[in-house]
């Protein structure tokens, strides 16, 4: 990694309701952190990368492969807010570049994360009206517009987004369901984002909103008090592990090692 550059903060809980220990599960021979850590340390945009955790095993666990890590509060709502401390942690102890201005909170369960979305998150701070900025990709199945686990993302002509939610936005008007697609694009949330420091730090500050409480979107929170998020497109699927069911159906369909964005 380069000297300077964006600062690439991966939030890791041990504590997990669907699946405790997440970050530590083995993926043939290697922790889901140990391969989000890899493939992040890969991105050209990126002059650091470390995990941000509230549990000593994670901690150790990182620094033994030679990662960087930061144990921050248990208290913490979100992994937003544990990018905050982690970015403050990194400025006091003097570890981060005084250039730096741009943090990317990268998934901690996405082990075939592939790097070139996080510099396509990082691309979009080239307009200087960006403050915080995600990624969306197509969505091309009923099924997956279907889904509320599934966020949808609309966005203005300037890829400025004007609503998330887990409903079908927009809904078609004297049109079958079935034929929705074929008639309008729509696009799936990629839970990646970017944040100058300032914004940040200011985003943190907020309360929780309405809109955020009824979907349980935290992003919506930063739109209901006049943030702008802009969108960049993707054509690359993320693959998250949320169950140990999600991981055994990925061991029995291919190896990790085969992924494409493994290398």
Known sequence: MSSSGAIGIIPARFASTRFPGKPLA????KTMIQRVYEQAAKARSLGCVAVATDDRR?????????????MTSPLHQSGTDRCQEAVKILRESGMMDPGSGIV???????????PGQIDRVASLFDRHEVNIATLACRIHCSEDLENPNIVKVVFDKNFKVLVFSRAVIPYQRNVASGNWLDRHPY?????LYGFRLTALQQITALVAS????AE??????WLENGWNIYIGITDTESVAI????????????QGPDDHPYVI
Do not use: C, W
């Not at 696009?187 to 839970?191: A, P, R, S, T, V």
């Not at 309405?210 to 409480?213: I, Y």
């Not at 169950?243 to 369909?253: G, H, Q, R, V």
């Open 26 to 29: 083995m993926i043939s021979g």
């Open 58 to 70: 994670i901690f150790d666990h990182v620094t033994g492969f030679g990662g960087r890590a930061l």
């Open 104 to 114: 990317i909170n990268i998934q901690g369960d996405e082990p075939f994360l592939d």
């Open 187 to 191: 696009y799936k949330h990629i839970g």
């Open 210 to 213: 309405p809109l955020e409480m």
């Open 216 to 221: 349980s979107l935290e992003q919506l929170r």
């Open 242 to 253: 949320d169950t140990p069911e999600d991981l055994s159906k990925l061991s029995n369909t």
